[in-house]
């Protein structure tokens, strides 16, 4: 069974970092392009960040600066570090397989195969 799991989710301060984690479980994930995207209550789904299979990044100009993505074949994991996190930045995170990954254009707009449930950030004092 093909699935994605996020994970790393939870409550930290306005200035704080976590680190998000993709897991990848019945498939090979070196195989794919994974992105990340976001959803907050009553807004659209945001896109934050794809990789390709090669491990080249694009990312939603928004996002530029303050969040990396990356990925680890050997534990068939991706990772997305968030660091100068904002109240603003709290949704639910979600890592999915996208359609297309080639431009920060994608990283924004690509519709998505498959994802995972998804990881809760808050970003409160």
């Known amino acids: 069974q093909v699935q994605l799991v996020e994970s790393g989710g939870g409550l930290v301060q306005p200035g704080g970092s976590l680190r998000l984690s993709c897991a990848a479980r019945?498939?090979?994930?070196?195989?794919?392009?994974i992105g990340w995207f976001r959803q907050a209550p009553g807004k659209e789904r945001e896109g934050i960040s794809c990789?390709?299979?090669?491990?080249?990044?694009y990312y939603a100009d928004s996002m530029k600066g303050r969040f990396t993505i990356s990925r680890d074949n050997a534990v068939n994991t991706v990772y997305l570090q968030m660091n100068n996190l904002k109240p603003e930045d709290t949704a639910v995170y979600y890592c999915?397989?996208?359609?297309?990954?080639?431009?920060?254009?994608?990283?924004?707009?690509?519709?998505?195969?498959?994802w995972g449930d998804g990881t809760q950030v808050t970003v409160s004092s």
């Open positions: 019945g498939f090979a994930l070196g195989s794919y392009a």
């Open positions: 999915g397989a996208p359609q297309s990954c080639y431009s920060d254009y994608d990283a924004v707009y690509a519709k998505y195969n498959y």
């Open positions: 990789i390709d299979i090669i491990g080249i990044t």
